[in-house]
């Protein structure tokens, strides 16, 4: 029984040094950050001028955009259509906090602020809070998001009753 548990141990030692896959993959350049950084100025820039052809096409065909209390939305078509129906943008700021990758994936932590005019109320709306993108380097060398979520710092308000 002892000679088992020494052989137990020896092959989880063995398989604990090896690198694993996420380990050996190649880190993010400085080019490829400077690219991740861009896609989200051009994002800034294109919402601003309600552009959004441009803003859409920042986003993979298959891409899903998670937006606070709202179900997800899925496809490149469906969030620009998503975005022509958002309230209208006064003012915009975001943020890259931290991005990190390897190979063709990489991971966007940022911050956002923003102030809004929903129709009906009685001012602009300000707001900010935090995003979580999920971009993919394309052949071409372009980096579109695949996922992207986002999400207020204000607290919630309750629904009218």
């Known amino acids: 029984m002892r000679i088992l548990g020494v052989v137990a141990l020896a092959t989880w030692a063995c398989l604990v040094s090896l690198p694993s896959e996420a380990q050996t993959g190649k ?12 896609v989200t100025q051009t994002w800034v820039k294109a919402l601003l001028a309600k552009n959004w052809a441009t803003a859409a096409g920042l986003f993979l065909d298959d891409a899903v955009l998670y937006p606070p209390n709202e179900p997800a939305v899925k496809g490149r078509a469906a969030i620009r259509a998503w975005l022509e129906k958002f309230p209208p943008i006064k003012d915009f700021t975001a943020s890259s906090v931290r991005v990190e990758g390897r190979d063709d994936l990489a991971y966007v932590l940022g911050t956002y602020t923003m102030t809004i005019a929903p129709p009906g109320a009685p001012g602009p709306v300000k707001d ?3 995003w979580v993108g999920v971009e993919r380097r394309q052949p071409d060398g ?9 999400s207020s710092d204000l607290a919630a308000t309750p629904p009218p009753k």
């Open 142 to 150: 372009r980096w579109l998001i695949a996922v992207d979520i986002f």
């Open 27 to 38: 880190g993010l350049s400085q080019a490829d950050v400077t690219k991740i950084n861009e």
């Open 128 to 130: 900010s809070g935090k």
